[in-house]
Every structure is written in structure tokens, then in C-alpha cells.
């Protein structure tokens, strides 16, 4: 297994792990809509994505996003990881411990003060990779959305 980073010429591998992705998260399968996207995080450098591979065949990603925080005691670049999948077949083979590893590595080589993510409630097999790996769940904040495409005018 071999993972690396991603570029525009990757984009037929990530593009359908993206969608399986969004699949997972109960959303319709979209190949268009996820390879589009993907291709304009490429195009634009908006994001920094691994593909873990082997034999030419994609076998995970993960996908962070670089942003700032300025509540912090010394305020400085975090790095989100919006998106982490691996294949089915490829489960319990370490490869999302190794996309992990990576996403590690960017933050280090960044000078990031650390890495954050959301992942669903039920998503407990992500929760123990997280926390083997360091990553404490956050006790003290909420986390609230808003859905602009239902509230995009201002409240009353």
C-alpha cells in the first residue's frame, strides 16, 4: 500500500472513493456532483487530500481543510479533516490508520496547532481509530449549522 498526495491527475480515483464516502453518510450516489467537486478543490488548492492505493487501485482518502483559530491562547493554523474513507474491502488492513498518519504529518510539517474533525454518533468504528490515535472528543463545545439553503434570510 503506498499513500500520497493528491493532484489533479488522481481525480478518476478519488472522485468515486468520494462518493462512496458521501454514501456512507446516506446521501445519493452522485459521480458527477462528487468528481466536480473534487476536481475543483484540486484545481484550486482549497484542500489537501491523500489517496492510499495499491496496484493503481484506490483504496481510501482522506481530505483536510487548512483553518485558523483565534480563541486560542497563541492564535495559528488548525487543519480540519472534513473527509476520511476506506473501502470496504480494505478495512481492518491499517489504511485508515496510515491516511491518519499522514494528516498527522501535514499538521507537523505546517507548523499546525492541531488537527480537528466531526464524525456521526454512530460512527464508532472512526471513534476508536480517533482515539487510539490521540484524539480526545470535545467535551466543552457545541457544534451548531446553519442550513442556508432553508434559512438564507435573516430571522425576524
Do not use: C, K
Not at 8 to 24: I, M, N
Not at 130 to 144: H, I, S
Amino acid at each position: 500500500m503506498q499513500i500520497r498526495q493528491a493532484t489533479s491527475a488522481d481525480l478518476d480515483q478519488v472522485a468515486p472513493l468520494f462518493d462512496a464516502y458521501r454514501q456512507f453518510y446516506r446521501l445519493a450516489p452522485d459521480l458527477p456532483l462528487a468528481r466536480a467537486f473534487i476536481a475543483e478543490r484540486l484545481s484550486r488548492g482549497d484542500s489537501t487530500i491523500y489517496l492510499a492505493e495499491e496496484q493503481g487501485a484506490g483504496l481510501g482518502f482522506v481530505q483536510l481543510y487548512p483553518v485558523f483559530t483565534s480563541t486560542a491562547v497563541v492564535p495559528g493554523r488548525l487543519w480540519l479533516l472534513n473527509d476520511l474513507y476506506v473501502i470496504p474491502a480494505a478495512r481492518g488492513r491499517r489504511v485508515g490508520h496510515g491516511l491518519m498518519e499522514r494528516a498527522r504529518e501535514l499538521g507537523l510539517a505546517t507548523g499546525a496547532r492541531g488537527i480537528f474533525l466531526q464524525t456521526a454518533r454512530d460512527n464508532t468504528p472512526a471513534q476508536r481509530l480517533y482515539e487510539a490515535l490521540g484524539y480526545r472528543r470535545d467535551e466543552q463545545f457545541l457544534v451548531y449549522e446553519l442550513d442556508l439553503q432553508q434559512h438564507g434570510t435573516t430571522p425576524a
